[in-house]
């Protein structure tokens, strides 16, 4: 089964603290793509990254790093010194390279930063 | 202004009524895609179409049809609105040069179907 699974459906944290969102993803495909998407109160959904499954090097946006595992099927989001404007639900997402259009989304994780 | 465009934005009907929600993108992109989101079920794929000629059918297809008037619109019909089928519409375009190109997504429309 192609599937995205995002365990933490809300998460609360006080302005400053580091915040990890977690993306566990299930595949029998050798060759795809995963993303990261933040939706912000405003409803729209914006692009924050892609990774390939045979470039397993982490990476680093500001405050912003991804962990991707191989080993662990895994794709971790880690936002290190949140803000308020960290607020917004952020979906993990799958996509093949067997170019079927299909981007598999998880269930997505609402994230609170309180002040 | 915005790369991916969906008119209506926000749009409440009666059950039984026939419904067309339209998307346009100055992009240049090939690919367009319509889908739904629903709480707790994250973003599910309705159609997608890879170029003009192109039309394929995605996870949840059912009671819903699409039309590519041109590269740049990708309209969504629903034939018979039902209430089930309330939610949030996302018209989304890519690159045509591989599924690794990242989707990029409209404002979405607010759909109630009462």
């Known amino acids: 089964a192609q599937k995205v699974t995002q365990a933490q459906t809300e998460i609360s944290v006080v302005e400053k603290e580091d915040v990890t969102l977690d993306c566990v993803y299930e595949?029998?495909?050798?060759?795809?793509?995963l993303f990261w998407y933040k939706q912000p109160p405003s409803g729209e959904l914006v692009f924050l990254i892609r990774r390939n499954s045979f470039d397993e090097q982490n990476e680093i946006s500001g405050r912003y790093s991804w962990n991707f595992q191989k080993s662990t099927s895994s794709f971790n989001f880690t936002i290190t010194a949140s803000q308020v404007v960290d607020s917004a639900v952020y979906f993990c997402a799958l996509i093949f390279s067997s170019n079927t259009g299909k981007l598999i989304f998880g269930q997505g994780t609402t994230l609170q930063v309180k002040p | 202004d915005a790369d991916v465009t969906q008119t209506p934005r926000n749009r409440i009907t009666k059950t039984g009524k026939r419904i067309m929600l339209e998307c346009s993108q100055t992009k240049g992109h090939d690919r367009m895609y319509w889908y739904r989101q629903d709480p707790g079920l994250g973003l599910r794929l309705i159609y997608y179409?890879?170029?003009?000629?192109?039309?394929n059918k995605g996870e949840i297809s059912d009671g819903y049809s699409v039309s590519r008037q041109a590269q740049a619109k990708f309209s969504l019909s629903l034939e018979s609105a039902i209430p089930n089928q309330t939610a949030l519409y996302f018209c989304?375009?890519?690159?045509?040069?591989?599924?690794?190109?990242?989707?990029?997504f409209g404002d979405g429309t607010r759909l109630s179907i009462l």
């Open positions: 595949t029998r495909d050798t060759t795809y793509y």
């Open positions: 989304a375009t890519s690159e045509g040069t591989g599924s690794h190109q990242p989707q990029h």
């Open positions: 179409s890879f170029d003009v000629k192109d039309i």
